[in-house]
């Protein structure tokens, strides 16, 4: 049941185990109460626009939509719930694309429980919170090449799906989508998308 004033929480990972922990944490704060829980990006988007919670507890890589992509689509919705994204990826064009897609919080999963809690508060409050040695990172961080198309295919090649499997899922023409998948790569410096899905990866970039 959720208690008067307190602040909303829908929490998305796909780690079940995770979830239930983080989820039973938070709701141990006598502010907090986790109000639904998600296991994939989708699904969150799905929640929030059904429950309105005050703040999307998200990880990032997920099936089906990141956790990033599901805070872009929520803000460019209008929904006034904000995002907290909670990773184990320190990585600095996550948080380049975090912030540009209206995340407000950004957290490494090694935080304490207090950590996260005030976080939240935080950012409920109107606030942002980042930690400042990542924010200094992704200040010097070289800006992300890839349109958002590009990095769609990239991810789901790097699943391993055929240039038509990838068509099905993005609808489009799997020419289309090998014309994505090259200037990607080209963009990159990469051979071949296997090679691009791998540096767009490690610079937080898919």
Same mark, same amino acid.
């Not at 209008?78 to 995002?83: I, L, Q, S």
């Not at 380049?96 to 957290?107: F, K």
């Not at 809690?117 to 990542?134: N, S, W």
């Given at each position: 049941?959720?208690?008067?004033?307190?602040?909303?929480?829908?929490?998305?990972?796909? =780690?079940?185990?995770?979830?239930?922990?983080?989820?039973?944490?938070?709701?141990?704060?006598?502010?907090?109460?986790?109000?639904?829980?998600?296991?994939?990006? @989708?699904?969150?988007?799905?929640?929030? %626009?059904?429950?309105?919670? &005050? /703040?999307?507890?998200?990880?990032? +890589?997920?099936?089906?939509?990141?956790?990033?992509? @599901?805070?872009?689509?929520?803000?460019?919705?209008?929904?006034?719930?904000? *995002?907290?994204?909670?990773?184990?990826?320190?990585?600095?064009?996550?948080?380049? %694309?975090?912030? @540009?897609?209206?995340?407000?919080?950004?957290?490494?999963? &090694?935080?304490?429980? +207090? =950590?996260?809690?005030?976080? /939240? %508060?935080?950012?409920?409050?109107?606030?942002?919170?980042?930690?400042?040695?990542?924010?200094?990172?992704?200040?010097?961080?070289?800006?992300?090449?890839? *349109? =958002?198309?590009?990095?769609?295919?990239?991810?789901?090649?790097?699943?391993?799906?055929?240039?038509?499997?990838?068509?099905?899922?993005?609808?489009?023409?799997?020419?289309?989508?090998?014309?994505?998948?090259?200037?990607?790569?080209?963009?990159?410096?990469?051979?071949?998308?296997? +090679?691009?899905?791998?540096?767009?990866?490690?610079?937080?970039?898919?």
């Amino acid at each position: 049941m959720t208690r008067p004033d307190s602040i909303r929480i829908v929490v998305a990972e796909d =780690q079940a185990l995770v979830l239930g922990a983080i989820a039973a944490l938070l709701d141990l704060e006598p502010d907090m109460t986790v109000v639904g829980r998600a296991a994939n990006g @989708a699904a969150a988007v799905e929640c929030v %626009r059904a429950l309105l919670p &005050d /703040i999307l507890l998200t990880d990032i +890589e997920m099936p089906e939509m990141t956790g990033i992509d @599901a805070a872009r689509l929520l803000s460019e919705a209008g929904a006034t719930t904000r *995002t907290v994204i909670v990773t184990t990826f320190a990585r600095p064009g996550y948080l380049a %694309r975090s912030r @540009a897609a209206g995340v407000r919080g950004y957290l490494l999963k &090694d935080s304490p429980v +207090e =950590q996260l809690a005030d976080a /939240i %508060r935080e950012v409920a409050r109107g606030g942002i919170v980042v930690p400042p040695d990542l924010a200094s990172a992704a200040w010097d961080h070289g800006a992300d090449p890839l *349109t =958002q198309r590009e990095r769609d295919a990239l991810r789901l090649a790097d699943e391993g799906l055929s240039n038509k499997e990838i068509a099905i899922r993005l609808t489009l023409s799997p020419g289309t989508v090998r014309n994505y998948l090259s200037e990607g790569a080209a963009k990159l410096g990469a051979s071949n998308r296997i +090679e691009a899905g791998r540096i767009a990866r490690l610079n937080g970039w898919l």
